[in-house]
């Protein structure tokens, strides 16, 4: 490991980096959950739109919603949800989609435009500061 001008290892220094990220990313996820806790407490039915590298991510949410809060919920790719689930969104329905760099990215926010026709509870988790269309 080579050491870094200030005497601490590169590897500890970006240990320090993600750790202070990490911090902060948790910090905007409780305030995100605090915002919109009373919406999602109402919810009968989650769903996640995912494309790419990160489609993992929606199917992970899909089983530990189911199995912490007992709420329906289903992981799609982008391409699959719009083969068919796409017609289930009634009012109830809460759709988080996930927003990444991606030639994927303008069809998943012309399919969020779409579903928040149907139901004002649609979501972007991304790293820009909007999270409603």
Not at 18 to 36: A, D, P
Not at 67 to 87: C, F
């Amino acid at each position: 490991m080579r050491p870094h001008p200030n005497g601490q290892s590169l590897f500890l220094e970006k240990i320090n980096t993600v750790t202070t990220k990490i911090n902060k990313i948790i910090k905007k996820n409780e305030t995100f959950v605090s915002q919109y806790n009373d919406d999602f407490k109402d919810a009968v039915r989650f769903s996640v739109i995912d494309y790419g590298a990160t489609v993992g991510t929606a199917k992970e949410m899909e089983t530990k919603f189911s199995e912490t809060i007992r709420v329906a919920s289903q992981g799609y790719k982008l391409e699959a949800y719009m083969h068919g689930p796409y017609l289930e969104v009634n009012p109830e329905h809460r759709i988080f989609f996930i927003e990444t760099p991606s030639p994927r990215l303008s069809k998943a926010k012309l399919l969020k435009a779409y579903e928040s026709q149907y139901t004002e509870h649609v979501f972007a988790i991304t790293k820009a500061q909007s999270i409603r269309p």
